[in-house]
């Protein structure tokens, strides 16, 4: 803790626009015995200059009805705020909220999480914020050489870092309030105070884990994990998706995770949300810009002389930092199901009945059959996919789980669907078997044409193609015999069956050259 000599402190913040602002001078009037503060000085841009009008006059009254003699100035010039500063606290966005948007927007546009302090989105935010600290910092050295600056501005982590390595500044502290909610949190849980736990941070703000001791020294870490499993906590941010981490997973790791690491631990199915929400322009940037329209519109209240609780749902507030599951995952595996590598040249999904265990590179599925199976080898659902996905170069793409839900498979009914699993478990068993490669090649061939069927069909039947009919009535259930794979072949493939007739010359039409790029 900065112990503070001065009998009177000057507190310059830049970003005073910003919706925050309440909860900062809140927290000054709740120390106020510990701050003998004297000067308030809230910084903002020309953009900003409405916002900090209407955040600036709730500040005053705030200060007044707590019955301080704090005096509150509100400017645009940073230079004029600075002088003979003695902290200066920074919560600015470079860019206001349409930034953010985007930060979120464009990476998930290409299937990538979009967040503001991880991954792709935080990355754009810092390329933004980092030039701006560093010239704050530079008129630090020549206005307030002796001020300490507290960055509260996202990626708080890189920005702070920007500061200390490129700024040449030394006297930057980094917040953000994930860390300090475990603190509150984490002893609540445990029925003690604050003050008797030592917590042990590694890594950075967004991006940390920690683990506790008590005021003896004692470990107390694997206690707080087994309370949050047996409690089954929920909540512990508002502004992220509240998916449970693995209990064993985190038993393991022998730490706890921040609520940030859902973003890298679970990131399927929180990139899964984030598309869901962005298809429907509910990032959490736009509910954020939704948010704080509403706040300001209760900010403009004369009569409003406290910081309002609606606040809260711009940040990370919460009751108990994890929601703790068993590894649901574990089960998942034993099931039947559907895999695939997320970077292939080609269609290359796979049927599993043998408990494989599926690593990071790829995905898999319980919910596809063997019906979404033969239509997402096919070159139909290639060519769709390579229109739609992240093309690596070289012909191969990223197979993302997300967008491989989006491709609109018909639905059928069962029995319609048969010559597709039929089909499908002719090609297992040859490729298991490692039998005779034209047979496959065959069977793949027909499989294209029924699908091409099923969403071309007045198309094809207008130029005489189709099978499906055919299909449904001649092929043979598998029965585990490659005498009965044999014998439907040698039918369907003989010149003049109307199978063999689709496979030869399909792909003389118009639609079907495009697809296959013929």
Not at 12 to 32: A, D, F, N, Q
Not at 225 to 251: A, C, R
Not at 432 to 451: C, G, M, P, S
Request: net charge negative; glycine share 6%; hydrophobic share 40%.
């Amino acid at each position: 803790m900065v112990r503070v000599k001065k009998d009177k402190i000057k507190i310059v913040t830049i970003g005073g626009g910003s919706s925050y602002t309440p909860e900062l001078i809140e927290g000054y009037i709740k120390r106020k015995d510990e701050l003998p503060i004297k000067e308030i000085w809230l910084v903002d841009i020309e953009e900003g200059k409405e916002k900090l009008e209407i955040v600036g006059a709730l500040a005053k009254r705030m200060v007044e009805k707590a019955g301080l003699d704090w005096e509150v100035h509100l400017t645009l010039d940073r230079r004029l705020a600075l002088k003979d500063a003695d902290f200066v606290s920074t919560q600015f966005r470079v860019g206001l909220l349409d930034a953010r948007i985007k930060d979120e927007r464009i990476p998930l546009s290409h299937g990538v999480i979009g967040q503001e302090t991880n991954g792709a989105g935080g990355m754009f935010k810092a390329f933004r914020t980092v030039p701006v600290i560093l010239d704050i910092v530079k008129d630090m050295k020549e206005l307030c050489p002796d001020a300490w600056l507290v960055n509260f501005t996202n990626p708080a982590g890189m920005v702070t870092e920007a500061v200390l390595k490129y700024g040449n500044f030394e006297k930057v502290v980094g917040l953000c309030n994930v860390p300090i909610g475990h603190t509150s949190s984490e002893s609540k849980l445990l029925g003690v105070e604050q003050s008797d736990l030592f917590f042990h941070y590694a890594g950075l703000n967004h991006h940390h884990w920690h683990r506790v001791f008590d005021k003896f020294g004692n470990e107390v870490t694997k206690t707080i994990i087994e309370k949050m499993y047996e409690e089954g906590t929920t909540k512990d941010m508002e502004n992220i998706h509240q998916l449970p981490f693995f209990k064993e997973q985190v038993e393991d790791l022998e730490m706890l995770p921040c609520g940030y690491h859902r973003y890298y631990y679970l990131t399927d199915d929180m990139l899964k949300h984030q598309l869901e929400e962005y298809a429907k322009g509910e990032t959490r940037a736009e509910v954020v810009k939704r948010t704080e329209a509403e706040l300001f519109e209760l900010y403009k209240d004369p009569n409003l002389a406290v910081k309002p609780p609606q606040l809260e749902k711009r940040g990370d507030k919460g009751k108990t930092p994890y929601n703790l599951r068993n590894c649901a995952y574990l089960e998942e595996f034993q099931k039947e199901k559907i895999f695939w590598a997320e970077m292939t040249k080609e269609a290359c999904f796979n049927f599993d009945d043998e408990n494989f265990f599926i690593n990071q590179t790829c995905y898999f599925s319980t919910d596809l059959t063997k019906y979404h199976l033969a239509i997402l080898n096919s070159k139909l659902v290639y060519f769709y996919f390579s229109n739609i996905s992240n093309n690596l170069g070289e012909g191969a793409f990223r197979w993302i789980k997300q967008f491989v839900e989006q491709i609109p498979i018909p639905k059928i009914e069962q029995n319609r669907q048969k010559p597709f699993k039929i089909l499908v478990d002719y090609i297992i068993y040859l490729k298991k078997e490692k039998k005779e490669n034209y047979i496959i090649e065959f069977f793949e061939r027909v499989i294209d044409i029924a699908v091409y069927e099923l969403y071309f069909k007045e198309e094809l039947h207008l130029k005489g193609f189709g099978i499906l009919e055919v299909l449904e009535s001649e092929l043979i259930p598998f029965d585990n015999s490659f005498e009965t794979i044999e014998r439907v072949y040698k039918k369907l493939s003989d010149k003049n069956h109307k199978v063999a007739y689709n496979v030869n010359f399909i792909d003389t039409l118009d639609i079907v050259k495009t697809i296959e790029n013929k």
